[in-house]
């Protein structure tokens, strides 16, 4: 786990105990409960698949904003992928594109409700187990970077 990772956890734990104290414990399950329905809604859990091209997967829908992205940098167990070996297929024309090729003046879409392909090679092998990947995505009109990290158990590609 890297230290951004572990800021983002101890930032997270420090705003829930501000809403529990705040707002009483009750708040704090619903938000757990709505960040569940979020995660159930995104995730595609049938498509995590390891092979000898890397790691496979599918996003029902895009991390938490929709719209054209500038760019898509991913990790693997805390490791980068190099953006010309990370692919996404947005699914709308079915072409997969490398992460290098994506820009500003080329940015990819990610619509509501299209099921988005990533295809992430990594160095080694990737085995079959659990991983933590890591998207990280710059929107063409909202400046910050938002992200979306999760940890799933990748079998077999068939």
Do not use: C, Y
């Not at 569940?36 to 390891?50: K, Q, V």
């Not at 699914?91 to 994506?102: D, H, L, N």
């Not at 659990?130 to 077999?156: G, M, Q, Y």
């Amino acid at each position: 786990m890297d230290l951004r990772s572990i800021r983002s956890r101890l930032a997270l734990v420090q705003q829930g105990a501000v809403i529990g104290w705040a707002f009483g414990t009750d708040s704090l399950a619903g938000l757990l409960r709505g960040a569940e329905l979020l995660r159930e809604n995104m995730l595609e859990p049938s498509s995590f698949r390891a092979g000898p091209d890397g790691l496979r997967f599918q996003l029902r829908n895009p991390p938490l904003r929709t719209g054209a992205f500038a760019s898509v940098s991913a990790r693997v167990d805390g490791v980068p992928i190099s953006p010309e070996r990370a692919f996404v297929d947005p699914g709308s024309a079915g072409v997969e594109r490398s992460f290098a090729s994506i820009d500003r003046r080329s940015p990819v879409e990610l619509a509501v409700g299209v099921r988005h392909r990533f295809r992430l090679e990594t160095v080694t092998k990737a085995s079959v187990g659990e991983h933590t990947i890591r998207l990280e995505l710059r929107s063409v009109a909202i400046p910050p970077t938002s992200w979306l990290e999760f940890t799933e158990r990748f079998e077999a590609l068939a």
